[in-house]
């Protein structure tokens, strides 16, 4: 069983929207701080988001702050990514992750669960 799978990738122009999930299965998913991360093709793996796990804090990299919202719903184990005014460089695969403990975007990168990464591709 993947603990974690996203969805709601796609082709979108840019200016468009999108919307991420990634739905955790067979883990304490309200006991986990969540992340976004993307990778684009020759890049190395770069944070886009996190959310605490009582939905606390959010924090955005730079280049996504003010068109990109992390949100959560405990009931339904999932955390969501909404993708605003989409640009060409936001072209990547799109990772959620998952860590107990501690919260901060340099932790997350030593997440205990990662999915399988649904991609985003914004044409010009």
């Known amino acids: 069983q993947v603990p974690l799978v996203e969805s709601g990738g796609g082709l979108v122009q840019a200016g468009g929207s999108l919307r991420l999930s990634c739905a955790a299965s067979?883990?304490?998913?309200?006991?986990?701080?969540m992340g976004w991360f993307r990778q684009a093709p020759g890049k190395e793996r770069e944070f886009v988001a996190a959310?605490?796990?009582?939905?606390?804090?959010?924090d955005y990299a730079d280049a996504v702050k003010g068109r990109f919202t992390i949100s959560r719903d405990n009931g339904k184990n999932t955390v969501y990514l909404q993708l605003n005014s989409l640009k060409f460089e936001d072209t990547a695969v799109y990772y959620c992750?998952?860590?107990?403990?501690?919260?901060?975007?340099?932790?997350?990168?030593?997440?205990?669960?990662w999915g399988q990464g649904t991609q985003v591709t914004v044409s010009s």
């Open positions: 992750a998952a860590k107990k403990g501690l919260y901060g975007r340099r932790l997350l990168y030593q997440s205990d669960y």
């Open positions: 067979g883990l304490t998913f309200s006991s986990y701080n």
């Open positions: 959310i605490t796990w009582s939905s606390g804090t959010p």
